[in-house]
């Protein structure tokens, strides 16, 4: 009488498997390397990267330039929380001091509150008077590595003027 087949473990199958994976993977890269020498062109397979340049500014102080006027936004760091959505909200000051600005009599520091998200930015400076200044801005990143911001504000008569910033260690 012959001997019944035993039944064979999943393990004794993995390597069947593997084997197979490579071959097609082999495959696959034989055929792609000939359609390129028959001159075939191929899409390129690229990652979207979603840079979310937002995240950056958290502990960081943003150095601005408003209308020839230097000021320092979180001179402490900003504090990022980030909201359901994927942006984030900061509360913090925006500080001008006599140092940078001569013709100044006193310290201007106001408070701000702003979102961001990826590479957008806005905030609303309330200003002394209870006036409001709305900003918004691109955020961008050098090769260098170097984060700045181009962008506008409105002041309460709804008159735009433009304002640059970058990004670096807060105020020690």
Known sequence: MAEE??????WQTVPGILTTIVGIITGLTGLIVALQQLGVKLPEL??????DL???????AIYL??????GVIGPAGIALQQTGDGSFRFATNIVFSRETNQEF???????I????????ISFTRKLRDASAQRYSGTISKAPAGAITIEGSFQDENDKKYLWSGRV???IP
């Open 54 to 60: 937002c995240q950056q500014l958290s502990g960081y």
């Open 65 to 70: 330039d408003v209308n020839n006027y230097h």
């Open 168 to 170: 670096d260690n807060p």
């Open 113 to 120: 509150a702003g979102t961001c998200k990826g590479k957008t």
């Open 5 to 10: 087949p035993k039944p064979h473990g999943w």
């Open 46 to 51: 690229s990652v979207p990267k979603n840079v």
């Open 105 to 111: 009599s006193t310290e201007i520091n106001d408070p």
